[in-house]
């Protein structure tokens, strides 16, 4: 099973839909949630984190944290084509004293106008 | 220069030669990072420095071989490098190394033939 996992779409969602990214990790010990944007030929971009369960919004994001499912997902309201890009979740596991973050794979986001 | 900054932004080198890649981060923080990106596999972190100590290494082969002379500066050593080690290398910074959010430089693109 691999940590922190992603389905790699691509997933297209039309202008003005809600675009819902998700990501499950196998560390159940685990207690911060990144979501990166990443442009092609760009390095990551942090957008949110979370730390507890439940939901924290920012603009049109909104970051789930589910930690009984080990689930976390990223929400994106009212899609723009300027939000096509790859998501990329990260998790810090419980055992990580150093900063230590594992990525997911990405999940790419196409949003057709 | 604001943020996080890389050098050389690609460089292309033969199995013998030797390298080095700079980064270089004007946020004030403590905890400088390198990742690994190569094509479908998601990002990996190599080494983690906090204060100028090497606090992570992640299992990574000694043809890379980091150095971190101050808080605001960390390079990587390439010597006798393998066409697999073709990849986009990002650095990264965060103010402390428990400190999550990590900020990226816009990364090398290595290229090894």
């Known amino acids: 099973q691999k940590e922190v996992e992603q389905n790699s779409g691509p997933l297209s969602v039309p202008e003005g839909a809600i675009a819902s990214l998700n990501c499950t990790y196998s560390?159940?010990?685990?207690?911060?949630f990144f979501w990166y944007r990443q442009y092609s030929g760009k390095s990551p971009e942090l957008i949110m984190f979370?730390?507890?369960?439940g939901d924290k919004e920012d603009g049109r994001f909104t970051a789930q944290l589910n930690k009984a499912s080990q689930y976390v997902s990223l929400l994106i309201r009212d899609s723009q084509p300027s939000d096509s890009a790859t998501y990329l979740c990260?998790?810090?596991?419980?055992?990580?004293?150093?900063?230590?973050?594992?990525f997911g794979q990405g999940t790419t986001l196409q949003v057709k106008p | 220069e604001t943020g996080v900054t890389q050098t050389p932004r690609h460089l292309v080198m033969g199995m013998t030669n030797k390298k080095s890649l700079k980064c270089e981060q004007h946020?004030?923080?403590?905890?400088m990072y390198w990742y690994k990106q190569s094509a479908k596999k998601p990002l990996e972190l190599m080494f983690v420095?906090?204060?100028?100590?090497?606090?992570e290494n992640n299992s990574v082969p000694s043809r890379f071989s980091p150095e971190c002379p101050n808080s605001s500066h960390l390079f990587l050593h390439l010597h006798t490098l393998q066409p697999e080690d073709s990849a986009l290398y990002l650095c990264?910074?965060?103010?402390?190394?428990?400190?999550?959010?990590?900020?990226f430089g816009p990364g090398t693109r290595l290229t090894v033939l």
């Open positions: 560390d159940r010990g685990s207690q911060s």
């Open positions: 979370i730390y507890s369960n």
């Open positions: 420095y906090s204060l100028e100590e090497r606090v």
């Open positions: 946020l004030g923080h403590n905890a």
């Open positions: 990264a910074s965060s103010q402390r190394r428990t400190q999550d959010e990590q900020f």
């Open positions: 990260a998790v810090r596991p419980l055992s990580s004293n150093t900063g230590k973050l594992i």
